[in-house]
């Protein structure tokens, strides 16, 4: 792919999904550096973030702060659905947000279906301004995290190294 095609591609993304893209991205990596790490096996070892744990650490109180604050009204009502195969065609399936990990399984939702299922490219996107919301309120949603968590903003606010 050109330099142009790929800044044309770059230039249809909203400033909401690099945004949040970027920001999902350093965060992910202040959880790796901030000790949230999957445990891996010998044939294994990938360094992968371990969302559900850093979820449960942040446990129900954070969740009850993030739906009384309204900082996620619209990313709690209505998450971000899950891109499936039904019929040999892709499809998308509703998944409700009842808890942290919930909450944050949809965050997670968000930069996948941004990065992998196609939102904000050529094809339709049903309603592009929910799109937007979503993003937006789930990276509100980490932010509030980060406050709720010393050891991973100091990670994720350290310069390059």
């Not at 790490?37 to 360094?47: P, Q």
Request: with cysteine; hydrophobic share 40%.
């Amino acid at each position: 792919m050109s330099s142009n095609k790929l800044d044309a591609l770059v230039r249809q993304l909203p400033e909401e999904a690099i945004s949040f893209f970027a920001y999902f991205a350093r965060f992910e990596y202040a959880l790796k550096r901030g000790g949230f790490l999957k445990r891996r096996s010998e044939k294994n070892d990938g360094a992968e973030a371990d969302w559900n744990c850093f979820a449960k650490k942040l446990g129900s109180a954070f969740f009850e702060k993030v739906k009384s604050s309204n900082i996620a009204d619209k990313l709690l009502a209505k998450p971000p659905k899950k891109q499936i195969v039904k019929s040999d065609d892709l499809d998308w399936k509703c998944i409700r947000i009842h808890d942290v990990t919930t909450l944050f399984d949809a965050i997670r939702r968000a930069r996948n279906n941004l990065f992998h299922g196609g939102k904000f490219q050529s094809g339709a996107v049903e309603d592009i301004a929910r799109d937007k919301t979503l993003l937006c309120q789930a990276r509100k949603v980490l932010e509030l995290a980060l406050e709720a968590r010393a050891s991973v903003k100091a990670h994720f606010e350290e310069g390059p190294s």
